[in-house]
C-alpha cells in the first residue's frame, strides 16, 4: 500500500456512504464512492446527501462518487459495503477491476444463506489473491456519518495488515481496533443481528428489562461456543463485534434487527415487513444449521430460526427456553 492512498467503497447504501464519508475527512486518503444505481450517484454528486439513505448528513466536499467500476482500476484498499447475500455478485461485477493483490474489506455482517460459508470464505473464493478482511462492530451508518464518536474491529488473516487497513481508514471520530481473528469478528456481526431480533421480540411483547439483559448474557455465550468451534476465539466477541454491537442492536431502536423483533413481538406478521434490510432475518436459520453439525447448543438462535421459518409460535418458544434444564453458567 503507497502513502497517498486511494480508498474505494463498493456500495451506495447508508454504511458504504458512511465508511467513504469517514475516510475522506481523514484528508489522508483519495476516497471514491462507488454505487450501482448511476441516478442515485448523480444526486449525490449535485446535493452531497443521500436523502434515500442517510437523510440531512452532509457528506465531505472531497468524497467523489462514481457508478463506474472502472474507477476501482486505481483503489489500493476497496471496501465492499452491500449486504451478505450480494457479496458474491458484486465480487463479479468489480472483480475485474481491481488491482492484483489489493485488500479486500468486508463491510457485510451475515453469513451466506444458500451454503453457510463465511463471508471471509466467500470473497476469499470469488477473488482469488485478494486479501480479505472483515470490519465490524457497534456502529450506525448515521451516527458514524454525522461524525459521532464510534468504534469498531477490522480483522485480517495477518494483523499487520489489519493494522495497516485500520490506520488507513481510522479517522477523528471513527476508530478501528484490529485483530486476526476474521471468524470471531465477523460471527460477532452475524450472530448479535439474531440476537437483536431476539431482545425485540422480548419488547413488542412487553417482557421487560430483566429479559433482554439475560438474551444479552446468555446471546453471548452462544456466539462465543460457535466461534470456538469454528475455529476462532470464543473471547473476541467479548469486545466490539459481539458484545459491543449487541449491546448497541438489543437496546436502540435505529437498529432494523431490534425494530424487526418488536413487531414480531406484537403480532406483526413476516410477511408484512419488508422493505428494510434485516440481516439477522438470513442469518438465524444459517446459524441455527452451523450450531447443529457443529454439535453445541444455541438455544436463543435456534428459536428465532424457528419462529421466523413458521415452524415455533413465540409463547412457546418462550416456554421451551424457560424449561431448559438447570446448568451452570
Ligand atoms: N446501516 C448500518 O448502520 C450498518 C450496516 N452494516 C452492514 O452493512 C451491510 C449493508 O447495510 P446497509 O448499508 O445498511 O444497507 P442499505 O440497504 O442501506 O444499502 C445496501 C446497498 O448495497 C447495494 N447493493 C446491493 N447489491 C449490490 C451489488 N450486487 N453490487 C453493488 N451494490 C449492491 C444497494 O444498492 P441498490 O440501492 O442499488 O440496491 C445499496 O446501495 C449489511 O450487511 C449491514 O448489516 C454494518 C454496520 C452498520
Ligand atoms: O449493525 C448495525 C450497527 O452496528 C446496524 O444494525 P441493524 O442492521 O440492526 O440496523
Redesign the pocket.
Known amino acids: 500500500m503507497s502513502d497517498s492512498q486511494h480508498i474505494a467503497v ?7 456512504t ?1 465508511l467513504a464519508a469517514v475516510v475522506a475527512q481523514t484528508g489522508r486518503a483519495q476516497a471514491v464512492l462507488i ?3 448511476a441516478s ?1 450517484i448523480a444526486d449525490l454528486a449535485a446535493i452531497r446527501v443521500h436523502e434515500g ?1 442517510l437523510p440531512g448528513i452532509r457528506l465531505p466536499d472531497a468524497l467523489v462518487f462514481s457508478a463506474r467500476a472502472k474507477d476501482l482500476e486505481g483503489a489500493d484498499i476497496v471496501l465492499f ?4 447475500q ?1 457479496q458474491v ?2 465480487a463479479e ?1 468489480y472483480g475485474p477491476y481491481l488491482k492484483p493483490c489489493v485488500p479486500v474489506v468486508i ?4 453469513i451466506e444463506r444458500q451454503t453457510s460459508r463465511l463471508l471471509t470464505e466467500v470473497l476469499e473464493a470469488a477473488l482469488p489473491g485478494h486479501p480479505v478482511a472483515m470490519l ?1 462492530g457497534p ?4 451516527d458514524i456519518a454525522k461524525g459521532l464518536p464510534t468504534a469498531m474491529a477490522i480483522a485480517a488473516k495477518e494483523l499487520s495488515l489489519a493494522e495497516q487497513l485500520a490506520k488507513a481508514i481510522s479517522g477523528q471520530t471513527f476508530r478501528l481496533y484490529a485483530s486476526d481473528d476474521r471468524i470471531g469478528v465477523q460471527l460477532g ?1 452475524a450472530l448479535k ?1 439474531v440476537l437483536a431480533i431476539a431482545c425485540g421480540i422480548v419488547e413488542g411483547m412487553g417482557l421487560g428489562d430483566s429479559a433482554r439483559a439475560a438474551l444479552i448474557a446468555r446471546g453471548l455465550a452462544e456466539m462465543s461456543r460457535l466461534v470456538d468451534a469454528m475455529g476462532g476465539r470464543g473471547d473476541t466477541v467479548r469486545g466490539l463485534s459481539g458484545l459491543g454491537d449487541l449491546v448497541l442492536t438489543a437496546t436502540s431502536h435505529q437498529s432494523r434487527n431490534l425494530r424487526f423483533g418488536i413487531a414480531l413481538g406484537q403480532g406483526e406478521p413476516i410477511a408484512a415487513q419488508h422493505g428494510a ?1 434485516v ?1 439477522g432475518a438470513f442469518a438465524a436459520a444459517v446459524a441455527a444449521r452451523l450450531a447443529e453439525s457443529h454439535q453445541i447448543e444455541m438455544p436463543i438462535t435456534q428459536a428465532v430460526a424457528a419462529i421466523i421459518d413458521g415452524s415455533l409460535d413465540i409463547p412457546t418458544a418462550i416456554t421451551q427456553l424457560m424449561s431448559r434444564p438447570i446448568t451452570t453458567e
Open positions: 463498493i456500495g451506495a447504501g447508508a454504511f458504504g458512511a454505487g450501482r444505481d442515485v439513505a459495503a452491500m449486504p451478505s450480494a455478485a458484486a461485477t463491510c457485510a455482517k451475515g465490524s456502529g450506525f451508518a448515521a456481526g443481528n434490510l440481516e
